[in-house]
């Protein structure tokens, strides 16, 4: 409950993508990781600690339920396209995206039109 942001992040959208998008740089800065949790797997966790020189808590969940109860409580989602993305959209949470810049937003394989969703 007093972390309102919820990161999730997997290392496959690597292509395409700046090396560091700025305004997850600029989160980091302003202390995202003292208001953050991180759910997925461990080694998730592991490699987005080591690619964005960050510690933030982890928060292991033991199934997909407990997963999307985490994400419910929160006030906004950070990450990429993946399970926990497709929860936090269907719950209508705010959210950034990091996806490919090598395409147009509407190209990503995580674009949706009616969404409140902030592509970096």
């Known amino acids: 409950k007093d972390k309102p942001v919820v990161v999730n ?7 395409g ?3 560091k998008p700025e305004a997850i ?6 202390g995202m990781a003292e ?20 510690k933030i808590d982890y928060y292991p969940t033991k199934d997909v339920l407990e997963c999307a109860q985490v994400i419910a409580g929160c006030e906004q989602f950070i990450g990429t396209q993946s399970m926990c ?7 209508g949470k ?16 995580c674009y949706y039109v009616r969404s409140n969703a902030h592509y970096v």
């Not at 992040?9 to 292509?15: A, K, P």
């Not at 740089?25 to 302003?30: E, G, H």
């Not at 705010?94 to 394989?109: F, G, H, I, S």
């Open 25 to 30: 740089k600029q989160l980091i800065r302003r």
């Open 85 to 91: 993305l497709s929860i936090a959209i269907g719950l």
């Open 35 to 54: 208001q953050s949790v991180f759910v997925g797997l461990p080694q998730q966790h592991e490699a987005f600690e080591k690619y964005w020189g960050v």
């Open 9 to 15: 992040w997997l290392d496959r959208h690597r292509y």
């Open 94 to 109: 705010t959210y950034l995206c990091e996806c490919r810049k090598d395409l147009a937003p509407e190209q990503n394989e």
């Open 17 to 19: 993508c700046q090396p």
